[in-house]
């Protein structure tokens, strides 16, 4: 009841937002015409947005969430698909047809199981939605800054060589083999052309994937190897889709840095 109390107050908001531009709009010419149609249009993808996409990716508190929220997403994607229409793409691409091999969250599909997917919502709705998210500041929910605070706390009491009591977490030898080839890999990287850099990215981020998508590793250790790669995901989103040679040569040496020191907390 409180929820539903909730959406009609929102949906008042919206509709009233948009009543009180078209009043504006009498009085005044042709700029502010293509406002209001902008507005208009925003208005429409987030109020689709909330129809279709709210019920899941929106939760109230830690315990009820069933999907990562879309400021995440967002997140997720941007570094990869920069360019509106790439990422909009992407986004529709995913919605009707959730594929793990597309998935550039691995730790939310171990966490949630793979997204359903949406094929019964029209392209056109999905195009209005996935501009939305582009063109906007996506909601926070308020749960979800502590939770994440947390677990970054928890990653550095126990691991890491000032923790007097530092133990470090047992993980699967697989894990542990993967890590040593994902060194190597960087290690011994020459790139010469900015497309090497990427392919690294998509190299680099689809051993990552396996090792978050791997059963063996469960409860707290698994916690923290997504923790792990929490950290340095955006760093492989923005190699697969670096545009410079510095940039690329940048976020490699970054990313080398930061893999070298998973046994720093792992073993
Ligand atoms: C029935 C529940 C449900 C609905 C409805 C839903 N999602 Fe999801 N979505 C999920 C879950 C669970 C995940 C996390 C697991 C995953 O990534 O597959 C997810 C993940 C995603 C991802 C990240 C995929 C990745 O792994 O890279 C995108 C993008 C996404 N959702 C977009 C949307 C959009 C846009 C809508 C609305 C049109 C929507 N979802 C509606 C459940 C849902």
């Not at 800054?145 to 470090?168: C, I, L, T, W």
């Not at 051993?207 to 997504?226: R, T, Y």
């Amino acid at each position: 009841m409180r929820t539903l109390s909730i959406i009609i107050v929102l949906i008042t908001a919206v509709f009233s937002c948009k009543n009180s531009n078209s009043s504006v709009l009498k009085n005044s010419q042709s700029k502010s015409l293509i406002v209001n149609k902008a507005f208009t249009e925003q208005a429409e993808g987030y109020k689709l947005m909330k129809q279709n996409c709210y019920i899941c990716h929106m939760a109230q508190s830690k315990e009820a969430m069933i999907a990562p929220p879309l400021f995440r997403i967002k997140e997720h994607y941007l570094p990869v698909y920069q360019a509106k229409s790439e990422f909009s793409d992407a986004i529709i691409k995913w919605v009707l047809n959730p594929l793990e091999e597309n998935s550039l969250m691995p730790g939310a599909i171990r966490k949630f199981e793979c997204m359903p997917s949406q094929a019964h919502i029209p392209r056109e709705t999905l195009v209005k939605i996935a501009e939305y998210i582009f063109d906007n500041e996506m909601e926070k929910p308020g749960f979800f800054n502590k939770m994440h605070g947390n677990n970054q706390q928890r990653m550095r009491a126990r691991g890491g060589e000032n923790d007097p009591h530092s133990k470090k977490w047992k993980v699967d030898d697989g894990v542990i083999q993967t890590m040593i080839k994902l060194k190597e890999m960087l290690g011994s990287f020459e790139g010469q052309k900015v497309e090497d850099f990427q392919k690294l990215g998509i190299d680099v981020f689809s051993i990552s994937k396996k090792i978050l998508l791997n059963k063996n590793n469960e409860g707290e250790a698994w916690d923290q190897i997504h923790i792990f790669f929490n950290k340095i995901e955006n760093d492989m989103h923005s190699l697969m889709s670096v545009k410079s040679i510095e940039k690329g040569k940048a976020l490699t040496y970054i990313l080398q840095k930061k893999i070298n020191s998973f046994d720093d907390t792992f073993e």
